[in-house]
């Protein structure tokens, strides 16, 4: 099992930067995604990176513009998130999902966080 804490969101101006973590306490020996859920929307794929970080999918969105990365010594995961829009407002979650698919559906994972805020101003 394991439990998620994400960090680093806030409000920024359009074009700006943030990098979003995802600390994981207990095992750490899952693909981790993220993922974001805007007012009134599904909750939708934004990146994941495979157990050895090696291995990258990104949402077309933000291909380019966002980063995935993670630390395994440090059981933790990152988002880099440069060229930010308004339409990247949302709440960023991370997952972790536990049988090694990189997979973009929320429902094939099986832990999450409990959000951060991303405010992108015009």
């Known amino acids: 099992q394991v439990q998620l804490v994400e960090s680093g969101g806030g409000l920024v101006q359009a074009g700006g930067s943030l990098r979003l973590s995802c600390a994981a306490s207990g095992r750490f020996s899952y693909t981790m995604g993220w993922f974001r859920q805007a007012p009134g929307k599904e909750r939708e794929f934004v990146a994941a990176?495979?157990?050895?970080?090696?291995?990258?999918v990104y949402a077309d969105s933000v291909k380019g513009r966002f980063t995935i990365s993670r630390d395994n010594a440090k059981n933790t995961m990152y988002l880099q998130m440069n060229g930010l829009k308004p339409e990247d407002t949302a709440v960023f979650y991370c997952?972790?999902?536990?049988?090694?698919?990189?997979?973009?559906?929320?429902?094939?994972?099986?832990?999450w966080g409990q959000g951060t805020q991303v405010t992108v101003s015009s």
């Open positions: 990176v495979s157990r050895s970080g090696r291995s990258t």
């Open positions: 997952a972790a999902e536990s049988s090694g698919l990189l997979t973009r559906t929320p429902g094939e994972h099986d832990y």
